[in-house]
């Protein structure tokens, strides 16, 4: 589940409590944000969201999840689909940003 911003997984909790019955679910919050790192040197842009989220499907040795998206959370992972390589079951976006203006 990727969360928007300026939220955090806590928006999740709840759904990843009900669905965790049936899947396992993953929740994590991206840098900058939640529980994450807040150091300032950390980068946190959209291209290294994505990255950093294919990144830790492989660590968390996750094939071909089903992934739940919010707000930037739907841009990190159509990202991370169309740029990085990660295959996804399914893709669900909740108010999707699908891109930013330049």
Known sequence: MCHG???SSALWQPFAEALSREFAVYLWDMPGYGQS???PAHRVDLG?????????????????PHVVAHDYGGAVSL??????GASFASLALVEGIAGFPT
Do not use: G, K
Not at 50 to 59: D, I, K, P, Q
Not at 79 to 84: D, E, G, K, N, V
């Open 5 to 7: 911003t300026p939220w």
């Open 37 to 39: 790192s807040m150091n």
């Open 48 to 64: 290294t969201q994505s990255t950093l989220f294919r990144e830790l499907l492989r660590h968390w040795d996750v094939e071909s």
């Open 79 to 84: 990202r991370a689909l169309l740029l990085h």
